[in-house]
């Protein structure tokens, strides 16, 4: 089984490796960094925090389960 901190997603997560998860995570945290300089939130030398690494993680899965579910890309 496999579970994140929202839940067991049964339709999406069980499809992802670990390595998938790994890198999605990875990406949201660099999205989050991103738009959180670009609105002025963090500066230069700043990362994002793990509460918005968090959800940009969560915006790239969504992402990625969009870009899935319309057949752009095989998941």
């Not at 997603?9 to 670009?38: C, M």
């Amino acid at each position: 089984m496999d579970f994140s901190c929202f839940g067991y997603h049964p339709d999406l997560e069980s499809r992802l490796t670990f390595q998938e998860k790994w890198v999605l995570g990875i990406a949201g945290a660099f999205l989050a960094t991103f738009v959180g300089q670009a609105i002025g939130h963090y500066g230069a030398d700043q990362g994002a925090g793990f509460i918005m690494a968090t959800i940009g993680a969560v915006v790239v899965l969504f992402i990625w389960h969009r870009l899935v579910a319309s057949g752009v890309i095989k998941g």
